[in-house]
């Protein structure tokens, strides 16, 4: 079966990756080396980090690729395959259950959805910004350190309360 993805070149992207395991924090354990797996492979295949979130067991992120580039396939298979060179390294093994010499860390896939204008934008940062507290690793937005929120903040975009209270459900993610 071939996987259809739409061809936009120089696209901003939201993604989720998971974790082949939902169970475990491998993602949160191991964070210096997502960092630096993430790090070596946009110094090699540049592309911006609008947003992110890193939760223990998946994470979201938004990206823009240079113009005349549509290729984060090659970006995910780097980024996965070296997070899990990089546990093997540790002494991490995990049973190849797909018989085609994989690691079983990640999910085969990741879910992605082309950001068609600002307010798509809003609405997907929005969402990887509280995705912490909707999944009760946090009990406000500013307390969760492995997000692009600090970022924001820092940069003047958002305020440290930003979705301090209660929030209304946000329309963004993988349902949309």
């Not at 960092?35 to 070596?40: D, E, L, P």
């Not at 890193?54 to 290729?71: K, N, R, S, V, Y």
């Not at 995910?76 to 070296?82: S, T, V, Y």
């Not at 929005?126 to 912490?132: A, E, Q, S, T, V």
Request: aromatic share 12%; net charge positive; hydrophobic share 40%.
């Amino acid at each position: 079966m071939q996987y259809r993805r739409a061809k936009i070149k120089g696209g901003t992207w939201f993604f989720t990756a998971n974790l082949a395991d939902r169970s475990g924090s491998l993602l949160t354990d191991h964070i210096d080396l997502l960092r630096q797996v993430t790090a070596n492979v946009q110094n090699r295949h540049p592309f911006r980090i609008d947003a992110i979130v890193i939760l223990p067991e998946h994470l979201h992120a938004i990206w823009t690729l240079p113009p005349g580039d549509d290729d984060f396939p090659t970006r995910w298979m780097l980024i996965k395959a070296g997070f899990s060179r990089g546990l093997a390294r540790k002494g991490l093994w995990f049973a190849d259950r797909s018989g085609k010499g994989e690691r079983n860390i990640w999910q085969r896939r990741y879910w992605e959805h082309l950001i068609c204008n600002e307010d798509d934008l809003a609405k997907h940062v929005d969402y990887i910004h509280y995705n912490p507290v909707k999944h009760r690793h946090a009990n406000r937005v500013c307390e969760w350190p492995y997000s692009s929120f600090h970022r924001y903040v820092e940069k003047g975009l958002l305020p440290l309360d930003w979705a301090g209270g209660d929030v209304a459900e946000i329309k963004a993610g993988e349902a949309f």
